[in-house]
T-cell receptor, first 116, second 113 residues
Framework: DTAVSQTPKYLVTQMGNDKSIKCEQNLGHDTMYWYKQDSKKFLKIMFS???????INETVPNRFSPKSPDKAHLNLHINSLELGDSAVYFC???????????????FGPGTRLTVL | KNQVEQSPQSLIILEGKNCTLQ??????????LRWYKQDTGRGPVSLTIMTFSENTKSNGRYTATLDADTKQSSLHITASQLSDSASYIC????????????FGSGTRLSIRP
């Protein structure tokens, strides 16, 4: 049973397109996250949702819009894709916000986005 | 500026040997520190989580230490196995609401037979 799943695993698209990445967790967690891992392997938090409400919104272009239809899902929509958006995007979840608690974060397998 | 720095950047050791990875941080106020293991092509997996009052925490062959005074942490791996080959990432959480989660760039560990 996959705890945190993401689709698609690979996404190759042209500049200017709009794309979405989906994330689902079956752990019953309240908090979900989106991270971006660049070519230098730095992971940076982008968004965090708790019970479908936005908690963390780091300095991310407004071309990126997260959507949480329910506690188990947090999707990421990206408009007008740019070359610099190429990266691996990870979804994660935890019982409560990981920064303020010692709850374990569970990461998905990642989505490798390549913008041509 | 809140930062997390890890060393070495990469490390190669022989199977069966021990090794220690370092993490220095300038994050304030400190909330907790985590070590993750990330295999190639996969998401990070949590190894240990430590709060301000904890000096050491073990998870099997992995032992993490924390010195909150010097703002340093280490991850010690005992009797390394080929499956330990991965990136090891130090993550520090900060802020009054602890909403800042700052990742180090990781140490790439390779275990050779």
């Amino acid at each position: 049973d996959t705890a945190v799943s993401q689709t698609p695993k690979y996404l190759v698209t042209q500049m200017g397109n709009d794309k979405s990445i989906k994330c689902e967790q079956n752990l019953g967690h309240d908090t979900m996250y989106w991270y971006k891992q660049d070519s230098k392997k730095f992971l940076k938090i982008m968004f965090s949702y708790n019970n479908k409400e936005l908690i963390i919104n780091e300095t991310v272009p407004n071309r990126f819009s997260p959507k949480s239809p329910d506690k188990a899902h947090l999707n990421l929509h990206i408009n007008s894709l740019e070359l610099g958006d190429s990266a691996v995007y990870f979804c994660a979840s935890s019982i409560r916000l990981a920064g303020g608690s010692t709850d374990t974060q569970y990461f998905g397998p990642g989505t490798r986005l390549t913008v041509l | 500026k809140n930062q997390v720095e890890q060393s070495p950047q990469s490390l190669i050791i022989l199977e069966g040997k021990n090794c220690t990875l370092q993490c220095n941080y300038t994050v304030s106020p400190f909330s907790n520190l985590r070590w993750y293991k990330q295999d190639t092509g996969r998401g990070p997996v949590s190894l240990t989580i430590m709060t301000f009052s904890e000096n050491t925490k073990s998870n099997g062959r992995y032992t993490a230490t924390l010195d909150a005074d010097t703002k340093q942490s280490s991850l010690h791996i005992t009797a390394s196995q080929l499956s330990d080959s991965a990136s090891y990432i130090c993550v520090v959480s900060a802020g009054s609401s602890a909403s800042k989660i700052i990742f180090g760039s990781g140490t790439r560990l390779s275990i050779r037979p």
